[in-house]
């Protein structure tokens, strides 16, 4: 604080020098009179407006205006409409990304700002639901997460191209082109038949299956993702190959096929 004072029985005249200091003047008039303290009262900031709330996958983006006079923002939500909401966070700038949220649950989010005087009010609530990394997908090329929907669906096949989308998502491809490369490969080793394919680090969603028959018509299971963890590090995806239990010398008629099977819950 920067202050050049005389001693006064007067009330002091106070200004703000914009750069966070004041100058208090004093001026005698009478007498001596002391001056004790001086409190000075900082107004609370204003609440903050325009609070928006975007999904995705694990989590919830939210963003808002800037409040004049705002230090930071206490951040706060609840999974019913109106509350009794709980705090979750802070941010000294106008915007927060909430990773503790669980995908397929709405929540319920307010702002308020915060300074030295105090705290705002609530700003208006906003909602929203986090997206399976699927659904995100489905959402970002489609801008719908319906599984049924007839060019966004599961079993859709936009391009024609014999290639469903969720087979698409499982291996990385993207739904609006043609998928001219990156599908499963066959080959052989030693006898035994393989596949090999791309599997995705984001697609914890889904189920992959790779299965073996002797006559396309009975399958049976070699190989599923829910017993073999991800191996791909902080990669984007893991190429994976899987060997036939059964060689080709022992299977009828010396044959034998194999396909990679994506299901969702």
């Known amino acids: 604080m920067n202050s050049s004072s005389v001693a006064s029985d007067s009330v002091p005249n106070v200004a703000s020098t914009g750069s966070g200091q004041f100058n208090i003047q004093f001026t005698r008039t009478n007498d001596n009179a002391l001056c004790c303290g001086i409190e000075i009262l900082i107004p609370a900031p204003a609440t903050p407006t325009g609070l928006s709330a975007t999904p995705g996958s694990s989590q919830a983006g939210l963003a808002w205006n800037s409040s004049a006079g705002a230090t930071g923002y206490n951040i706060k939500r609840a999974t019913v409409s109106g509350g009794p909401y709980t705090g979750v966070g802070t941010s000294v700038s106008n915007n927060y990304t909430d990773s503790s949220v669980t995908n397929g649950i709405t929540y319920y989010y307010v702002v308020s700002a915060v300074n030295g005087g105090g705290e705002s009010s609530n700003s208006t609530e906003a909602n929203v639901t986090p997206l399976t990394p699927l659904q995100l997908w489905r959402q970002t090329k489609f801008g719908t997460t319906d599984p049924n929907d007839p060019v966004a669906g599961d079993m859709a096949i936009p391009k024609h ?103 969702r819950p």
């Open 161 to 263: 191209d014999g290639v469903a989308n969720l087979m698409k998502y499982a291996l990385g491809l993207d739904p609006t082109k043609v998928a001219n490369s990156g599908l499963p490969a066959p080959g052989t080793s030693n006898d035994h038949l393989n596949l090999t394919f791309n599997r995705q680090q984001i697609a914890s969603d889904i189920t992959y299956r790779v299965e073996g028959s002797d006559d396309l018509a009975t399958w049976t299971e070699l190989w599923n993702s829910t017993t073999v963890p991800y191996g791909g590090g902080n990669n984007a995806s893991q190429q994976v190959t899987v060997t036939d239990s059964t060689s080709m010398s022992a299977a009828p008629n010396h044959k034998r096929f194999m396909r990679l099977k994506v299901t």
